[in-house]
């Protein structure tokens, strides 16, 4: 509901910290991790093995992944992974007519999770008859495995292919919402600030990923996009909030200073804040530990999202927005939140 700014009461808030005062180490903090996020993904992207910013996973590159589930009780036994990937590599596949090529097996992975209780294999695209044949020789190393635990999901180039492209229209079209949203709703350095620091979010989580597919190797998928616009909508969100309480501010006490208008705007956000993003961790905190390998990664960025957007929201826009001069026009109308 719209309303006049002399219909504001005056905010008896309490100042909590100084922002504007400590903006410098705000941006310190934010550029040193936003430098080694893009190092990330400027390694990654000139690794010959990987060629992109991130890793990408059998959804987007295709291929087949085998997962087997281990019988083996309480505990396994220990696994060489170097042993079962030169075994899978040395598998001599038939050749099944002039025109049909045989897979090359010397980027192939495998990967033990649950304390070695399963054992994952991407491979390149493999028919039926070839992968129940590298299935056999890796339960002649890993075996014996659970009757019903297997899994094995192929994924052809075109569709990963189409899954990427699409993936990548997704995230471009919902950027491209929001910043038409926020330059309608705000002036133009509201809605600038408000993108800035969702970028900063998306290539930090970005980056660190990027880390992680370079050191242990991990790939992103498709549910590594649906984290990604999560995390968009929840980091605009709470800019927009943030910045709506500064505007409040600056009608119902013009006779401060710009600066200290942010400080109390942000100090009586920075409750709901915390209070809001604490409960948004409680179960995504639960999925990782209880979630499964499945989840787990998908968690873990949803989690760093909502961590680095809060830090966005509360510090690192309105230091920014500190830099610009603001003259209050007692006409303008402003929104509660």
Same mark, same amino acid.
């Given at each position: 509901?719209?309303?006049? !700014? ?6 008896? $808030? ?53 997962? +087997? ?45 649950? !304390?070695?209780?399963? +054992? ?24 014996? #495995?659970?009757?019903?635990?297997? !899994? ?39 809605? #600038?600030?408000? +993108?800035?620091? +969702? ?24 549910? #590594? ?6 995390? !968009? ?24 200073? #710009? ?19 604490? $409960? ?58």
């Amino acid at each position: 509901m719209a309303f006049n !700014s002399s219909d504001l009461p005056v905010s008896n $808030t309490r100042l909590r910290f100084q922002l504007c005062r400590n903006r410098k180490r705000v941006w310190s903090l934010s550029g040193f991790v936003l430098l080694f996020s893009l190092a990330g993904l400027i390694i990654s992207l000139l690794n010959p093995s990987i060629q992109a910013p991130l890793r990408p996973g059998l959804d987007f590159t295709g291929g087949t992944q085998i997962q +087997l589930e281990r019988n083996c009780g309480n505990k396994c036994d220990d696994l060489n992974t170097k042993e079962l990937l030169e075994a899978v590599q040395a598998v001599d596949f038939p050749v099944q007519g002039k025109s049909s090529s045989v897979p090359n097996l010397s980027n192939a992975r495998i990967q033990l999770l649950d !304390s070695g209780k399963s +054992l994952v294999a991407r491979l390149p695209f493999l028919s039926a008859s070839q992968a129940k044949q590298v299935t056999s020789v890796l339960s002649s190393i890993a075996g014996p #495995f659970e009757k019903g635990g297997e !899994s094995i999901d192929t994924i052809g180039p075109s569709l990963g292919k189409q899954l990427l492209r699409s993936s990548i229209i997704s995230l471009l079209v919902a950027f491209a919402g929001i910043s038409i949203y926020i330059s309608i709703r705000y002036d133009r350095r509201y809605a #600038f600030l408000a +993108l800035l620091a +969702l970028a900063h979010d998306v290539v930090i989580v970005c980056g660190i990923f990027s880390w992680l597919g370079l050191i242990i190797n991990l790939e992103v998928d498709s549910l #590594f996009a649906v984290a990604l616009l999560t995390i !968009s909508g929840y980091s605009v969100n709470d800019t927009v909030v943030v910045f709506d309480r500064i505007r409040e501010r600056t009608f119902q006490d013009p006779s401060l200073t #710009f600066n200290q208008q942010i400080d109390f705007a942000v100090s009586s956000t920075l409750t709901r804040t915390l209070y809001t993003s604490g $409960t948004t961790l409680l179960p995504l905190l639960a999925l990782i530990i209880f979630g499964g390998a499945t989840l787990f990664w998908f968690a873990v960025a949803l989690s760093l999202g909502v961590v680095i957007g809060s830090w966005s929201s509360i510090a690192l826009a309105p230091s920014l927005l500190s830099l610009f001069s603001h003259k209050p026009n007692k006409n303008n109308q402003v929104s509660s939140v």
